[in-house]
């Protein structure tokens, strides 16, 4: 997998707040390369340029209180997420390098219990490819390090939280890639104490904000070894947040609208230095607002502040749709919608109390310009 980026410091964050959802977008690509979706009278694979900065000055901005929590009109209130409920005590072991012989019915998980290190990470530094066959009497490396053993319905969120480190950076450190699934006895290397030691202040609070990556990566709860995802139900009823939720296996391969009106401010980077990771689409408050596609319920809640309330879509193949600024919902996590079911009713950004939505396509971890993805306007 790619690099993840570190979060932006606190200046950056301090410029994040005072935009209309125009969050940092990572410089690297996603994670995993999959086939774009193919919308009606557009190219697949190029998605259209983004706005001129000229044509889409920034707005002046107030920044208001905390926004009020959506009122859900067909779903149940979104319990805490799963990071929340199920907090993480720190139990890191440190492993020294060392060398290891198979013997007779040894498993790269099995080496991984005896040693204490990472079995991917023995994987990593032994070049063994799936599926991660080993001989008797071979001598494999034992690469050393701080070692975090996963425990069944912990998060990487709450993982990342509980050593003060952001979960980029753990993700990183361990190669992990769509679909970002942990499992119980899972063993993730740690950035080391020494690198803790030499956080900044602005290093160390970033481990306790949460944005759209983490909870594409970090937030689904860990399953047992054996263990299937549970399957989306469909309606909107509460699933406890320390259960796993399947995704679709397969994108639909078509996206469509989620409301109709202007595109009030595009996608990409402005003269100002600011960047927006969506389209911000005007649209009068109550507005319904559509799945731009068939896909599942990831996430409802409020817990990234610029984007008010949020939903997130997963379709599969590691395409995520994201919806901000909702005013109500109508379905919740663990839900199967499809295409142009009505998922929320649209409100206005917590910052400039303009009605719009704010409405994000994302490939693995990376934001695309939703506009390449759409169908052509008339």
């Known amino acids: 997998m790619a690099p993840l ?50 044509q889409a000055p920034a707005p002046a901005i107030t920044v208001p209180a905390t926004p009020v929590p959506a009122v859900s009109e067909a779903a149940p209130p979104p319990p805490p997420p799963a990071w929340q409920v199920r907090s ?20 790269l998980r099995g080496i991984s219990d005896k040693t204490g290190a990472a079995s991917e990470a023995i994987a990593r530094i032994n070049r063994i490819a799936a599926p991660f066959k080993i001989l008797v009497g071979q001598k494999l490396k034992i690469p050393g390090g701080r070692y975090h053993r996963v425990g069944k319905t912990e998060t990487g969120i709450a993982i990342a939280r509980a050593y ?37 202040a602005d290093e160390r609070s970033a481990a306790f904000r949460v944005d759209i990556e983490d909870l594409i990566s970090g937030s689904e709860p860990a399953l047992a070894t054996s263990e299937q995802a549970a399957a989306p139900v469909s309606t909107p009823k ?9 995704e679709p296996s397969r994108f639909s391969g078509r996206f469509d609208w989620p409301v109709r009106g202007p595109v009030l401010r595009g996608f990409g980077r402005f003269s100002s230095g600011q960047i927006n990771q969506g389209i911000n689409i005007g649209a009068p408050r109550g507005t319904s607002i559509a799945a731009a596609a068939d896909g599942v319920v990831a996430y409802v809640g409020q817990d990234i502040p610029a984007y008010g309330t949020l939903i997130l879509v997963r379709h599969g193949d590691g395409w995520i749709s994201a919806y901000g600024y909702a005013d109500s919902i109508t379905v919740s996590r663990g839900q199967k919608v499809v295409r142009g079911q009505t998922i929320a009713k649209s409100g206005a950004s917590p910052y400039s109390g303009e009605p719009q939505l704010h409405f994000e396509i994302r490939n693995g971890l990376k934001p695309v ?8 306007r008339s």
């Open 5 to 54: 980026i570190r979060r932006s410091t606190m200046p950056a964050l301090l410029l994040l707040l005072v935009t209309t959802a125009c969050i940092p977008a990572p410089d690297r690509p996603a994670p995993v390369k999959r086939p774009a979706p193919s919308p009606p009278s557009r190219t697949p694979h190029k998605p259209a340029r983004a706005p001129s900065p000229t």
């Open 164 to 200: 003060g480190v952001e979960w980029k950076r753990i993700a990183e450190l361990n190669d992990l890639e769509e679909p970002y699934i942990l499992r119980d006895g899972q063993r993730l290397l740690l950035p080391s104490q020494r690198e803790v030691a030499g956080m900044s």
């Open 238 to 246: 509460a699933i406890a947040p320390t259960v796993a939720v399947a």
């Open 88 to 107: 993480v005590t720190p139990s890191a072991v440190e492993v020294a390098p060392s060398t290891y012989i198979v013997k007779a019915g040894d498993t």
């Open 369 to 376: 310009n939703p506009v390449g993805y759409l169908p052509s």
